[in-house]
């Protein structure tokens, strides 16, 4: 027709008295398929129809992003920054606590102040999983806001008790940290520290399965390691980028399945603890050690741990360049000897250290691994 608007007659038209199949759907579906939008777009399903007004107030999953207020509407960071506080205050005040949270995700770029408000509101809707990201904390002006400590409220099992999975990326902890995973959280399988500032020293859970710890910071200054209390534990891994001085400790990990320690380049952890470490991992069945000195593979230590239970053994970047040889695997023997189960040894990035030594392998030692199949072992020198 000449009235409709161009390309009208190619868009096709629900016919007279058709249904609509997606809002005849359950209000459980509807509100599963609400927990895939950022909120804002969620909430923003109101207009479509009746059926879909308020439908957000119980959907399972809650997604707060700064980023689609400021980067969408291309707003300046603080007004992005206004707009955003107040849409997450009135969504979080507005939705129904009575209809428990699967999931709470939450990126705020900014002030962390009124997170500390938001959190007890998350809390009371009794979410079983929580993901938190506060990075490259806001510029005011020409100074720098940093926040404060996050502190969960402590309101009991009742409140925590459907929570599984914790991912904290960015995030300051005050020393409360400590009780909230050893007595609100009976359910927690799931912890994930990134680039987090921690003022506790403990971390003790019965019931937790996977701890991922990656370029945290000791905000304690104490000379104590942190100490990890895990009896359900089989995932542990762990990345220093800097200092770690006051070093890390693994205690009851006798589930442990795999461990993958990583330090960075510019990275330091202590001789001694990095022993105590390996100790605390002995009953784990693959490990995956990177970036690690020589020095923990003296085979005179009588500090060194025995592996009985691990399958197989992964070293990469270990070894410095000008290392000796020799020296290289006499120590490695020592790892080895410990490991009467050990399958498979994979050695990665070992730059120029076997390389330039290789025409002189005649009358290094042998050390054969008893339980490995053929071809089952690795070496990779690039």
């Not at 107030?57 to 689609?68: F, M, Q, T």
């Not at 209809?99 to 938001?118: H, K, S």
């Not at 399945?257 to 001694?272: L, R």
């Amino acid at each position: 027709m000449r009235g409709d608007a161009p390309g009208a007659a190619q868009r096709p038209r629900l016919r007279a008295g058709g249904v609509d199949r997606l809002s005849a759907l359950p209000d459980e579906i509807l509100g599963v398929i609400l927990s895939f939008l950022p909120a804002q777009q969620a909430v923003q399903t109101t207009v479509l129809s009746p059926r879909w007004r308020g439908l957000w107030r119980s959907a399972p999953g809650v997604a707060l992003d700064e980023r689609e207020f400021a980067v969408a509407r291309g707003r300046r960071t603080q007004e992005a920054w206004r707009r955003f506080e107040s849409f997450a205050t009135n969504l979080l005040s507005s939705r129904c606590s009575s209809a428990p949270l699967d999931t709470f995700r939450l990126y705020a770029n900014g002030r962390i102040a009124p997170v500390d408000e938001w959190i007890p509101r998350v809390v009371e809707c009794r979410p079983a999983a929580l993901e938190i990201q506060t990075p490259n904390y806001l510029v005011l002006g020409h100074e720098y806001d940093y926040p404060p400590c996050l502190a969960f409220p402590h309101l009991g099992s009742g409140f925590y008790g459907r929570l599984k999975t914790i991912r904290l990326v960015d995030v300051e902890l005050d020393a409360s940290f400590r009780e909230l995973l050893s007595s609100d959280c009976p359910a927690l399988v799931d912890l994930e520290l990134v680039g987090c500032s921690n003022h506790f020293r403990f971390i003790a859970s019965a019931t937790l399965e996977k701890l991922v710890i990656d370029s945290c910071y000791d905000c304690n200054n104490s000379a104590e390691p942190m100490l990890v209390t895990a009896p359900s534990l089989t995932f542990f891994k762990l990345r220093i980028h800097e200092d770690c001085s006051y070093g890390i400790s693994v205690c009851d990990a006798a589930s442990l399945v795999k461990a993958c320690i990583c330090i960075e380049d510019g990275g330091y952890f202590p001789t001694e603890d990095l022993n105590k470490l390996l100790a605390g991992l002995s009953s784990v069945k693959t490990l995956e050690l990177k970036g690690f000195d020589n020095l923990i593979m003296k085979p005179d230590s009588d500090k060194f741990p025995v592996f009985s239970n691990m399958r197989a053994l992964s070293l990469e970047r270990c070894y410095i360049e000008d290392y000796d040889p020799h020296s290289m695997l006499d120590d490695l023997g020592s790892f080895l000897n410990n490991a009467p189960c050990l399958e498979k040894l994979t050695l990665r990035d070992l730059g120029t250290v076997l390389e330039q030594y290789q025409s002189t392998m005649y009358g290094w030692k042998a050390y054969p691994l008893p339980k490995a199949e053929a071809g089952r072992t690795c070496l990779q020198t690039r």
